[in-house]
């Protein structure tokens, strides 16, 4: 099966690596030469330009939608008809839209498939997928597709995919701003986070925040999830703007989404780094 992966990064690079130990034939094509090292050094066929990584299915992980843009003006001349772009960069769904539209005129799938699960469940081939497209062309890449993501969700249309993408997205920004207010309550009347966890995590108030996040990277102090603070930011804009474009009220998310702003932490740190300034807050 010959796959090319678009974007070698935190997730890019765990998914392609995955599809090579799977037995897959991997092109791959990244801007940035230490990302294009590293991949080849988990036996992927670097290309020196984008065009050279078409193939029948393609994997798309990268930063934002100019990115996107720009990859899918060069790739959709060089693919070849029936192709299916499966992009799994986390967009505006109707950014999403506007690819699909112009890789039908090439007579390509475009199927937005942003993920869940970060590089860890890349790289275990666990990734939870969320399809907006074309039922047939999810069909066409399905046993590709199965290589990273154990679970797939053909969720609707295009655009459908974000939509579901930067719901969870809001929920996991919300949780962790959540999780790490609520804990700082309990560290000031006294109980300290880590005494805190397994009760919560016994009861009621658990979340991938508490489960995950605080036990795994927050409290110790590694801070290596594979996830920036910026993507994170981005992530949160794109809901916010989303619910503004529908007109959704944020009462709750939305104050919660806002420290994702107000946290003076840099776009290249891991995410994890914003519940833990809320945590470590007065
Ligand atoms: P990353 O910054 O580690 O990787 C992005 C890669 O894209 C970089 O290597 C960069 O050089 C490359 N790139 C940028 N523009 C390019 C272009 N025009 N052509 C080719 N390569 C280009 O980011 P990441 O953490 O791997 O995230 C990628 C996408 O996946 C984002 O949309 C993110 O929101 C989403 N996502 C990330 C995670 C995670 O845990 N890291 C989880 C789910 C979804």
């Given at each position: 099966m010959r796959i090319g992966v678009v974007g070698l990064g935190q997730m890019g690079l765990a998914m392609a690596g995955r599809l090579v130990e799977q037995g897959a034939e991997v092109l791959g094509f990244d801007l940035d030469a230490g990302r294009c090292d590293g991949a080849r050094a988990r036996g992927v066929q670097v290309v020196a330009k984008v065009e050279q990584a078409a193939a029948p299915v393609m994997l798309l992980s990268l930063p934002q939608d100019r990115a996107v843009e720009a990859v899918m003006l060069a790739l959709l001349p060089a693919l070849p008809k029936q192709a299916v772009v499966a992009d799994t960069s986390t967009l505006d769904p109707l950014a999403a839209q506007r690819f699909a539209a112009a890789a039908s005129d090439w007579g390509v799938d475009y199927l937005d498939a942003p993920v869940s699960g970060g590089p860890a469940g890349a790289a275990a081939g666990t990734l939870a997928m969320m399809l907006g497209g074309d039922a047939a062309a999810i069909e066409r890449a399905r046993s590709a597709l199965a290589l990273v993501a154990t679970k797939l969700v053909h969720v609707g249309g295009p655009g459908a995919g974000q939509v579901a993408k930067l719901v969870n997205n809001l929920m996991v920004a919300t949780h962790l701003a959540v999780a790490g207010e609520a804990l700082r309550l309990g560290a000031l009347a006294g109980v300290a986070p880590e005494a805190l966890l397994p009760v919560v995590n016994a009861a009621s108030g658990r979340s991938a925040a508490t489960e995950v996040n605080f036990p795994r990277w927050i409290l110790p102090g590694g801070?290596?999830?594979?996830?920036s603070a910026g993507l994170m930011r981005k992530d949160v804009r794109l809901a916010l703007a989303l619910a503004e474009s529908v007109g959704a009220a944020l009462p709750v998310c939305g104050p919660a989404a806002a420290q994702w702003e107000a946290a003076q932490v840099a776009d290249s740190a891991d995410f994890n780094h914003v519940p833990a300034a809320i945590l470590g807050g007065k």
């Open positions: 801070f290596d999830s594979g996830f």
